[in-house]
């Protein structure tokens, strides 16, 4: 996995039904922390949910059920980014602004930091566990980095992305283990192997584009969203075939947060647009389907996560709340 590929042929430009199918059930809970940009919520279970303040340097808890939220203060300039909580309870946040991954054990509140090897990994990015919890994956975007941190050894490794300024960013693992990167600041997907730690470039056919977040679905194909232009965006690895798919809000869209369900079904917010649109797509049917204007107005919802056992799409916004999205009712 040494070469870069160019993958521009088959290059589809689809143009999706406009008639959405009827809007969504959201709620969303204000946070009580102040202008503290709550981002990236992770539900452990359909009643408990873990999220990082961005800007006031907190972990968090919301209890469903109750609305009772719990704070966890960082040391100063933590910068925490994103967070991830594994089977066992403990959470693992990026600590986006020195340059390192944090473990906090809700047991015991004590919190543990893994350092980055290297300087230039100033500020990880977005965590995401392999398929057994062995290793965290993750971006380090300003450094221009992917890593791997071995969760018993704590052990890093950083893998240097071979295009300058690319800007790894959402970052996801596919059915056979293999991690999948959008180079935020190119056209670019990086592919990487996960015994080997090499890694493909593979190019978008639009110069323009620019892919933000990704999901990865059980037939192993690559969804993408264009922040640049608003577009959705699958790449078919088997047959290194593209097609892409304008957002109905336009090329203004900037969609950003993205998320897939049980289904197949893709979810996404139109950031460029206020209030800030959730809006779901089926490659059943190709078409866009349940779009909803986020109540609280969004600013931005920079991350999602889904909820299989309840169904639900969990996110955060810049307007200060965590908000939930039922996606599979019935569940």
Not at 58 to 67: E, I, K, S
Not at 254 to 283: E, I, K, T
């Amino acid at each position: 996995m040494n070469a870069i590929k160019y993958c521009v042929l088959a290059v589809v430009l689809m143009s999706a039904t406009t008639t959405l199918a009827s809007s969504l059930d959201i709620k969303e809970w204000q946070v009580p922390y102040d202008a503290s940009r709550p981002r990236d919520p992770f539900a452990d279970s359909a009643s408990s949910v873990w999220f990082v303040g961005q800007r006031a340097g907190y972990l968090a808890h919301l209890d469903v059920q109750t609305g009772e939220f719990r704070k966890i203060d960082l040391k100063q300039g933590s910068g925490p980014h994103n967070l991830i909580v594994g089977s066992d309870g403990v959470v693992w946040y990026a600590g986006n602004l020195n340059q390192m991954i944090g473990r906090y054990d809700p047991e015991t509140n004590n919190i543990q930091e893994i350092m980055m090897p290297d300087k230039r990994a100033r500020d990880p990015h977005t965590l995401i566990f392999d398929k057994n919890e062995e290793n965290i994956w993750f971006t380090v975007q300003g450094g221009n980095m992917m890593g791997r941190l071995n969760i018993k050894t704590r052990q890093v490794d950083l893998i240097p992305s071979r295009t300058q300024r690319s800007r790894p960013y959402g970052i996801k693992i596919a059915p056979d283990n293999s991690i999948w990167v959008v180079l935020f600041g190119s056209n670019k997907l990086a592919h990487i192997d996960p015994e080997t730690l090499a890694h493909d470039e593979i190019e978008l056919p639009r110069p323009e584009a620019r892919p933000r977040r990704l999901e990865v679905t059980a037939d192993g194909n690559i969804w993408y969203v264009d922040y640049a232009k608003g577009m959705l965006g699958r790449y078919q690895p088997s047959t290194a075939k593209f097609t892409e798919w304008q957002m109905p809000q336009g090329e203004g869209a900037r969609p950003y947060g993205m998320a897939s369900d049980a289904s197949g079904r893709l979810w996404m917010v139109a950031s460029g647009v206020q209030p800030n649109v959730f809006v779901g797509f089926d490659p059943a049917t190709n078409q866009f389907i349940g779009a909803t204007k986020i109540d609280s107005g969004g600013g931005s919802v920079r991350h999602m996560h889904y909820q299989e056992t309840s169904g639900t799409v969990w996110f955060g916004t810049d307007s200060n709340y965590i908000g939930r999205a039922i996606v599979e009712p019935g569940k």
